[in-house]
Structure formats: C-alpha cells, structure tokens
C-alpha cells in the first residue's frame, strides 16, 4: 500500500505509475471520493462544535440534555435567549444528523480503504517502461545451451519414460492438474529442496523458516496477494487460504512490529508447498509440471533499510542464480518492464531458463523489491537508532527455486537420445551417489 499522502499531494505520481503499467484504474474518482470524505468530516466536526456549544449553555442553565457531553473550556457560547424548548429540538437534530454524518462517513472510509488497496506499486525510474512481456529488458545470459543430436523431448514425456512422476493417480486422489512424484522423481525434488535449503543458509546467510502452510486473510492482503488475486487462491471453511507462495508467510514474520535498525538486513529463507487455482491457464505451460495447482518452491525473504534496498536485491538475485550455475542450467536474467511486475513490485527481476524441450525461455524465479508498499500493510517498522522514529522497512523476496520446474529444467536438459537423464554433479550427494536416471524399462 502507497503513502495516502501522494493522493494529495503529488497525484500526478500516481497517475503517472498507473499510465505506465497501463492500469486502468479510475484516479479521479478516486480523488473525488476523497474530498466527499473529507468533507464530511468537515460537516462532523462542526456539529460536534454546535453540539458542544450548545451543551455548555444548557450546563449554565442546569438543563440537562440527552447525549450531551461535557462543555468545552472556552469557546462559542450558544445564544443566551435560547429557552429550553429550542435547546431540546436542536440538540435532537444535531444528534440525528450528527448520526447520519458519522455513518457516511465510515461508508466513505470503507469504500476509500477498499479503492486505495487496489492501486498497485509506483515503478521504480529504472524499470523499462512497456505493455507485455515483450518489452522486458535481458541483462545478462549464462550457461551453456547443449547442443543436441536428436529432437529433445518435453519434460512431461521424459517423466513418464522415467517412471518419475504420476498423473493419473494425483488426478484420483485429488483433481486434474495435480503431480505426484514417484521414486526417484520424488528424490530428485527432495534433493533439490535440500540443495537450496543448505545453499541459502550456509553460504548465504539466509536464516530457515518451516512455517505454516495456511494464512488468515490479513497475512494475505499484508503481501498484495488480497483483494487482488483472490479467484487464484483456495481457501478452507475456517476463511483460511493455503499459501500461494512462501512470500506470504516469511512477510508478514514481522507484522506489528518494530525492528531495530542494526538488526537489518534479516534474510529468511523457507521451503514450502504453494497451491493456486491457475485460473484461466492454458495453452503448453499447462502441460507438465509448469503450471499444476500444488507445487514446491523455495523462498529468500529479506527485510532491509531503504538505502540498503538497491544492493540486497541484487545480492538476493544472485543468490537465485547461484542455484542455476550449481546445476549447471542455462539461464538469462530479465529486467521487467512496468506493464509485466507485480501488483506489489516496485522493480523484478525475473531469471528465465532454458527448455529445449519446449524450445523456449521458462520463468524459473522472479526477484522482487517492494519499497514499503508490503510494510505499510504488515505495520512493519524500525527504527534507525534508539531514540528514533519508526519507519516502514523496505521488503524484497525472491524464488530460490521453483523446485517442479528445476525439476522440468534438468529432464529437458540433461536428456539423452537413450531416454536416460544426467543428474548434475551438485545434487548426486543428495541422491545416494547416483549419476544417471534411466527409463523404468531399463533401470
């Protein structure tokens, strides 16, 4: 959430942001119901005045009045000739509209509070302004793109060749659209998930959270996820969502708090299942492991000064790609542009990888500074010294990997004509030694 302040004071920032990432959100109606509001309360406050006045004169004359509370000290005096039957009527009016007054205005403040929730972060100068995913910007490729003999094949059938993973029987325990790793598939995941872990944290710095995997609406809405991106979300009976994304536990570690400003930057880093509807997926990527309602990612999290925002981004983004060049999987980094970030980003980076399988660039992780938009709902503060004021954190997160499509990256990858997978080096310890995954039929 943005400084309320812009709206009045710098209005054109905003309008500027929105035009940018062509966001068709209505600014002016959003002014004007602000100036309703503040009228409003204008209106409020001088029946509250009239009513003070008014119960000051009816005190001198000892009448007591329904509602009336304790005259001010000093001010207006209401008028001495009023008799008591005139104070009675106009005390009951004021109250009565007094009444009617306070309760447009708390219509007006849910309806502001609502509308101002739904304007998405201000770019930062630096982000290539565009519409599409077309416009973003490489800033450096990495890896070496095998060249390979044979016309290599799309993860999901080199998968079932392996016996790795099972469909039709995730579709039976729960609905179409979900995995279940099978043998060595399923070791191939978990040694990924222990690689990322111990990578993070002991090379790192990165401190490992095992959260919860469901959150309350407010932890939701604290990381941009709500009201937003609700028809994406599943949701238990008890008005729980299961988390989309490690992001949501790992921000709101903080809410309601103040940090001290020594203490920053803090670097968390989490493993946890994500589950999403995919709503209006379709076309390859849902095919496979790419787009499935439950998969597995691990999350780098930090809490840093503004002034540190710049330089730990890049560290954490480095941290991402540091998985890749220990797998050895061709990658590039993308800079996107205004129209393709996030609702809560004020700047992403997004590290794509290569699928020959595919025969495209896939988003393996996407790295993420927010300023204070997530802390300002989380209430998540610091203070720079002992006897300062506190002041929103700056918030950043990154995938560190997305495990199914680390999992997709190395079949397509690492596949040979044989039908069997080359497992990288980094992993083989996580797999008992194990160097090469062969077809079911030929194990």
């Known amino acids: 959430m943005l400084d309320r302040r812009l709206l009045r004071e710098n209005p054109e920032t905003l309008r500027d942001a929105l035009e940018k990432r062509g966001n068709p959100f209505d600014l002016d109606a959003l002014i004007a119901l602000d100036e309703e509001r503040r009228s409003k309360i204008e209106e409020a406050q001088g029946l509250r005045e009239q009513r003070n006045a008014l119960s000051k004169h009816a005190a001198g004359i000892g009448l007591a009045l329904e509602g009336a509370v304790p005259p001010p000290a000093g001010g207006e005096v209401y008028p001495s000739t009023a008799a008591p039957p005139r104070l009675r009527r106009d005390g009951a009016k004021i109250r009565a509209d007094l009444r009617g007054l306070e309760a447009r205005e708390k219509e007006l403040d849910a309806e502001f509070e609502a509308r101002w929730s739904e304007i998405p972060n201000i770019p930062k100068p630096e982000v290539p302004v565009g519409a599409t995913a077309e416009d973003n910007v490489i ?30 029987r995730a579709a039976k ?6 995995v279940m790793d099978i043998g060595r598939g399923a070791t191939l995941e978990r040694a990924l998930i222990n690689l990322m872990l111990d990578t993070h944290t002991r090379q790192h710095g990165y401190t490992e959270i095992f959260p919860p995997f469901l959150a309350c609406e407010r932890s939701m809405f604290d990381c941009g996820m709500l009201p937003k991106f609700e028809e994406d979300m599943f949701k238990t009976r ?10 949501v ?8 708090e103040i940090l001290e400003g020594d203490a920053l930057p803090l670097a968390y880093t989490c493993y946890t299942p994500c589950f999403r509807s995919e709503a209006g997926a379709a076309g390859q990527e849902s095919r ?12 780098m999290m930090k809490f840093v000064r503004p002034e540190q925002a710049d330089e730990e981004l890049e560290k954490l983004t480095r941290n991402a790609e540091t998985i890749l060049d220990l797998l050895g999987l061709p990658y590039r980094r993308m800079a996107l542009c205004t129209g393709d970030m996030g609702f809560s980003s004020c700047q992403t980076f997004d590290l794509e990888v290569w699928m020959p399988g595919m025969d495209k660039w896939l988003e393996i ?32 997160n990154g995938s560190g990997l997305a495990c199914g499509r680390t999992v997709a990256a190395i079949l397509e990858n690492f596949q040979h004509e044989d039908g069997t997978v080359t497992i990288p ?3 083989r310890g996580y797999m008992g030694g194990e160097s090469v995954m062969y077809p079911k039929n030929k194990a």
Not at 249 to 256: A, G, K, R
Not at 370 to 396: E, H, I, L, S
């Open 288 to 299: 496979g492991l790419v787009r499935v309602h439950q998969f597995h990612k691990v999350e």
């Open 139 to 168: 800033v450096h490729q990495r890896g070496e793109i095998r060249a390979m003999g044979f016309t290599p094949l799309p993860h999901w059938e080199i998968a079932e060749k392996l016996g790795a993973v099972d469909w039709d």
């Open 249 to 256: 536990p790992l921000t709101n570690m903080h809410q309601d």
């Open 425 to 427: 080096e980094a992993l």
């Open 238 to 247: 008890e008005g729980l969502y299961l988390v989309p994304t490690g992001e």
């Open 365 to 396: 992780s996407s790295c993420s500074q927010f300023g204070d938009f997530q802390a300002r709902r989380a209430n998540t503060r610091y203070r720079a010294d002992a006897k300062g004021k506190p002041q929103f954190v700056n918030t950043m």
């Open 173 to 178: 325990i729960a609905a179409s659209r979900f």
